[in-house]
C-alpha cells in the first residue's frame, strides 16, 4: 500500500486540485496567500538542494538521508513546502474561511501518510546520513521551473478569475 501510495503521489494530487476546483468554484482570492506560496515555493527549493534526485522518482528509495538544511529542522520538510503551496491554492479558491481548511484536508491527510510511511521505511533500511546538499559540487541552486511554474500559473490564474 505504501509503495502504491509514493507511486501515485502525484497523481493523487492532481485528483484533489481537480475536486477542490469543483469544490471551490468559482474562486474567491486571497492575495496575501502570495506569501505562503512564496515561503512554500522557497522551502522547496531548499529541501531539494539537500535530498537529492532519489526523492523525484516513483519509486520509494532512501540511498542515504540529508540530515542538513531544512531535514536538519524538520524530517520531511518538502512536504511540508508543499502543504503549504496547497494552502495558498485551497486560499485563493474559498478566500480566508474554513472552507479553506476543508480543502486542505486531502493533501494533509496524503503527506502525512507517506511522511508516516517514508519515516517507517528509513528505519527499517538503516540508511548513512549525509550533511552537506545534495549539489554541493556545483555550488548553485538548480533550476525549479519545472516544479514553481504550475503552481505560480495556478495562483495567479485563480486570482485572475476571481476579479471577475
Known amino acids: 500500500m505504501n509503495a502504491l501510495l509514493f507511486r501515485f503521489r502525484g497523481e493523487l494530487l492532481a485528483i484533489w ?36 534526485p532519489h526523492s523525484r522518482g516513483r519509486l520509494l528509495a532512501c540511498p542515504e538521508r540529508s540530515v542538513a538544511g531544512p531535514y536538519g529542522y524538520v524530517s520531511h520538510p518538502l512536504y511540508l513546502a508543499n502543504l ?56 548553485g541552486w538548480r533550476s525549479e521551473w519545472a516544479s514553481f511554474a504550475p503552481p505560480v500559473c495556478a495562483w495567479m490564474a485563480l486570482q485572475f478569475l476571481a476579479l471577475r
Not at 90 to 117: D, I, N, Q
Not at 120 to 134: C, D, L, N, W, Y
Request: glycine residues 10%; aromatic residues 8%; hydrophobic residues 50%.
Open 84 to 139: 503549504m503551496v496547497a494552502a495558498s491554492l485551497s486560499l485563493c479558491l474559498a478566500g480566508p474561511t474554513p472552507k479553506a481548511l476543508l480543502l486542505l484536508l486531502g493533501p494533509f491527510l496524503l503527506y502525512a501518510l507517506l511522511a508516516r510511511a517514508e519515516t517507517a521505511f528509513v528505519k527499517r533500511i538503516g540508511s548513512p546520513e549525509r550533511t552537506m546538499p545534495h549539489d554541493r559540487s556545483t555550488g
Open 17 to 52: 486540485g481537480l475536486g477542490a476546483l469543483v469544490l471551490g468554484w468559482p474562486p474567491r482570492g486571497f492575495l496575501p496567500s502570495f506569501a505562503l506560496l512564496v515561503a512554500g515555493l522557497a522551502l522547496r527549493a531548499w529541501a531539494r538542494r539537500h535530498i537529492g
